[in-house]
T-cell receptor, first 112, second 111 residues
Framework: SQQGEEDPQALSIQEGENATMNCSYK?????LQWYRQNSGRGLVHLIL?????REKHSGRLRVTLDTSKKSSSLLITASRAADTASYFC????????????FGAGTRLFVKA | DAGITQSPRHKVTETGTPVTLRCHQT?????MYWYRQDPGHGLRLIHY???????DKGEVSDGYSVSRSKTEDFLLTLESATSSQTSVYFC??????????FGPGTRLLVL
């Protein structure tokens, strides 16, 4: 099974609403990252949160990390149709950070 | 986009034939990765490299080999392609801030 698992698998909201996606993982991590993928394209890095951090912001993005629960959430505020994409959490394992394990993703659809 | 390209972008091949995919970077980053992406599985790590001639296996390495003879090139080889290797393959590089940058992907169809 995947190290990182996103929830929900799919999410449909209206433009202007907030979108929340969750990620759970199984083993200790060095850091956790969120990526976005538009259809047919490569993944694009959104934000990184380290294991000793609890919350980070970047523009309309807010990421939280709870290492005791081995979970993270990504909040997109005031969503736009252009936010329609798949979102993946990625866990970087161990102190070396060599391996990054991606979850299966959440498909977000923002209706205009 | 970061300076990372993949070739070919699309490939159709027959079962049993060898296939080599190329990833090229202009960023001089030490770490390079090969992933495959399949519906319902997200991205799965095939192999990665942490320097010239230094490579290691990922979670789905069976049937794949890699080589890195130069910093800028990371090759993925399917020695004898099977239909289960039909997928979209992504190469990525990692910078010193732990961020990965992805190539545009290669769509491989094995008939």
């Amino acid at each position: 099974s995947q190290q990182g698992e996103e929830d929900p698998q799919a999410l449909s909201i209206q433009e202007g609403e907030n979108a929340t996606m969750n990620c759970s993982y199984k083993t200790s991590i060095n850091n956790l990252q969120w990526y976005r993928q538009n259809s047919g394209r490569g993944l694009v890095h959104l934000i990184l949160i380290r294991s000793n951090e609890r919350e980070k912001h970047s523009g309309r993005l807010r990421v939280t990390l709870d290492t005791s629960k081995k979970s993270s959430s990504l909040l997109i505020t005031a969503s736009r149709a252009a936010d329609t994409a798949s979102y993946f959490c990625a866990t970087v394992l161990g102190t070396g950070g060599f391996k990054t394990i991606f979850g299966a993703g959440t498909r977000l659809f923002v209706k205009a | 986009d970061a300076g990372i390209t993949q070739s070919p972008r699309h490939k159709v091949t027959e079962t049993g034939t060898p296939v080599t995919l190329r990833c090229h970077q202009t960023e001089n980053h030490r770490y390079m990765y090969w992933y495959r992406q399949d519906p319902g599985h997200g991205l799965r790590l095939i192999h990665y490299s942490y320097g010239v001639k230094d490579t290691d296996k990922g979670e789905v390495s069976d049937g794949y080999s890699v080589s890195r003879s130069k910093t800028e090139d990371f090759l993925l080889t399917l020695e004898s392609a099977t239909s289960s290797q039909t997928s979209v393959y992504f190469c990525a590089i990692k910078d010193n801030q732990e961020t990965q940058y992805f190539g545009p992907g290669t769509r491989l169809l094995v008939l």
